[in-house]
């Protein structure tokens, strides 16, 4: 079956500590994206990437940082630098960039 | 301003009513247009897209109005399966911004 998927489903952070959220496509896709999102709220762009080894800055980049060395993959680090890190992420596929956007289950971090 | 905005909610309505969602966007030069539904605690799951000429799936109608600059979601015979967030995305330039989603709960 072709689909995204994320790992862990849940994950903890300690104070100071950096965290990987994994997020893997199938579907031969060469848009990703990294969205946040809080209680009772829309999704914010944290990343997103067109094509493999180049990503851009979305509008809450601070505190995280990503890779795109593989097409099928796009992990984000959530830093130590960001302070208020619990949320719902959600990673993203597109055919193309503007596409249409299909979604993994989502990682919930929260802080120990 | 919000780029993209969509009235909250919660709408509440029971079984089989029609209801209409609205999302208003502030960019003349957005390009495309999606409705998302989110069920709780899940991921966004698409819907539909929006076409100028505006488009029919079964029970939902999605309709573009590009002068006034919003799009519309109309669900008839609501379900009590239709209960959840729907959000409208408008993408421009290679840019999407999601609204912050309307939740619909639909009542026996």
């Known amino acids: 079956d072709g689909g995204i998927t994320q790992s862990p489903k849940y994950l903890f952070r300690k104070e100071g500590q950096n965290v990987t959220l994994s997020c893997e496509q199938n579907?031969?896709?060469?848009?990703m994206y990294w969205y946040r999102q809080d209680p009772g709220q829309g999704l914010r762009l944290i990343y997103y990437?067109?094509?493999?080894?180049?990503?851009q800055k979305g509008d809450i980049a601070e505190g995280y940082s990503v890779s795109r060395e593989k097409k099928e993959s796009f992990p984000l680090t959530v830093t130590s630098a960001q302070k208020n890190p619990t949320a719902f992420y959600l990673c993203?596929?597109?055919?193309?960039?503007?596409?249409?956007?299909?979604f993994g289950p989502g990682t919930r971090l929260l802080v120990l | 301003r919000k780029e993209v905005e969509q009235d909250p909610g919660p709408f509440n309505v029971p079984e089989g009513a029609t209801v209409a969602f609205n999302c208003t966007y502030s960019?003349?030069?957005?390009?495309?247009f999606f409705w998302y539904r989110q069920d709780c605690r899940k991921e966004p799951k698409l819907l539909m897209s929006?076409?100028?000429s505006g488009n029919e799936d079964g029970r939902f109608t999605a309709q573009l109005n590009r002068a006034s600059q919003y799009i519309s979601l109309l669900i008839r015979d609501s379900k009590l399966s239709d209960s959840a967030t729907y959000l409208c995305?408008?993408?421009?330039?290679?840019?999407?911004?999601f609204g912050d989603g309307t939740t619909l709960t639909v009542k026996p």
């Open positions: 990437s067109q094509i493999v080894n180049d990503f």
């Open positions: 579907l031969n896709h060469d848009a």
């Open positions: 929006v076409y100028s």
């Open positions: 995305v408008v993408n421009e330039a290679g840019k999407s911004t």
């Open positions: 960019n003349s030069a957005s390009q495309s």
């Open positions: 993203a596929s597109s055919i193309q960039q503007a596409e249409t956007q299909y």
